[in-house]
């Protein structure tokens, strides 16, 4: 397995995700936005959500820490689902399941 700035990272689609103790899906797609500053972090994922098949699930790395409320605001108003924020070392892990 591959590791980026202390999170587990894979080739698409090959980490098992796991949230709430339970082997839930794959990632799809993994979008590294650290060293990217608001909006390009929710912007880029935006854009990326679009390339992930509805159901799947996107992680978002980012290092911005407006990133966290940011990317919260944005699932609510776009309606996919924010399945965990993870913080390790100033960066931020998001999964985010595309719900449509």
């Not at 202390?6 to 060293?35: C, H, K, N, Y």
């Not at 990217?36 to 790395?61: A, D, K, S, Y």
Request: glycine share 8%; proline share 6%.
């Amino acid at each position: 397995m591959l590791r980026a700035r202390g999170f587990p990272i894979a080739e698409a689609g090959v980490e098992a995700l796991e949230v709430s103790g339970m082997v839930d899906q794959r990632i799809a797609s993994t979008l590294d936005m650290t060293g990217f500053f608001c909006p390009e972090p929710v912007v880029r994922t935006n854009e990326e959500i679009q390339n992930v098949p509805v159901g799947e699930v996107l992680e978002m790395l980012a290092d911005d820490p407006s990133s966290k409320p940011d990317i919260e605001s944005w699932s609510r108003r776009t309606g996919h689902e924010l399945l965990s924020v993870e913080e390790n070392d100033g960066v931020f892990r998001f999964l985010i399941r595309r719900s449509r």
